[in-house]
Structures are given as structure tokens and as C-alpha cells.
């Protein structure tokens, strides 16, 4: 359904990827946001196989280029930001225990234990920027 010769839109094509794969990909993302970075570069490129294979591009096509076209950010990005949702969430929820787990403290910068949180504090990945930077020169073209 989702391969070059799909009859399926684009637009269907990314609905599809968005509510059946990365919601699988990206599971419990607050909590093991902070994996190593090999790991989460996998999930990455399972994301920018569906992105080429989806818009059947040429190998010459940068990735950045096809995250911007099919607004889809990074992983690392999506797990940052569904963290800071959850977060964000927890410290007003009406449960007690998921309200009192929400507080932290960040530890010192020589601390080598990584927790969940710490991912909101984290500088963005080398994809990132590139693709913001994409995404900036798009919004002014339109204009």
C-alpha cells in the first residue's frame, strides 16, 4: 500500500505512515527517547525509507528534502516534542502518582546517568536544522 506503485495519494500514503508505523516506531518515545543515538538513527532510517519508497524519488534526492515535502519531522524531533507534551500533561494530571513522578531536577553536567527528561534539554540532531532550514526557505517562496 505504501510502496512505488501504489495507487494510493501521497496525502493517503503519509496519513497511513503517521497512524500505523510511526505510532509504532515512536512508542513510549518519553521514555526511551534517550537511547543511543545508533538506536534511534535505525528508527530514522526506517522513516526515510517510507519517505523515498512512498514518493518513488531517485536516489539523489536528499532526505531533508523529502521530510520537508512530506512534513514529517525528524524522530529525534517527534520524540522530543511528544515528550515535552507528555510532561507538560503529567505535571497537571489528576492522578497523584503520575502528577508526582512530573517534578525534576536536572542533574549536574558531569551526571552520566541520562532519564527521560533530559531529552527535552537536549541540543536538536544534525537533521534537524537542515530541515528547518528547508522548511524556512519553502514558507518564503509561498510568500
Not at 103 to 126: A, L, S, V
Request: charged share 25%; net charge positive.
Amino acid at each position: 500500500m505504501l510502496g512505488r506503485n501504489s495507487k494510493l495519494s501521497l496525502r493517503n500514503k503519509r496519513t497511513l505512515y503517521l497512524m500505523c508505523i510511526r505510532t509504532v516506531l515512536t512508542y513510549a518515545s518519553p521514555v526511551f527517547a534517550h537511547a543511543a543515538p545508533k538506536t534511534l538513527k535505525k528508527l530514522q532510517v526506517l522513516q526515510n525509507k517510507f519517505c523515498r519508497t512512498a514518493t518513488n524519488a531517485q536516489w539523489c534526492v536528499k532526505n531533508s528534502v523529502l521530510q520537508r515535502d512530506l512534513d514529517l519531522p525528524s524522530i529525534r524531533k517527534y520524540m522530543k516534542d511528544a515528550s515535552e507534551r507528555f510532561f507538560s500533561i503529567a505535571e497537571s494530571h489528576p492522578n497523584p502518582l503520575l502528577s508526582a513522578a512530573a517534578p525534576y531536577e536536572t542533574p549536574p553536567p558531569h551526571h552520566f546517568i541520562r532519564k527521560p527528561r533530559n531529552i527535552i534539554t537536549d541540543p536538536p540532531d544534525d537533521f534537524t536544522p537542515e530541515v528547518e532550514r528547508l522548511r524556512d526557505l519553502n514558507k518564503q517562496n509561498d510568500d
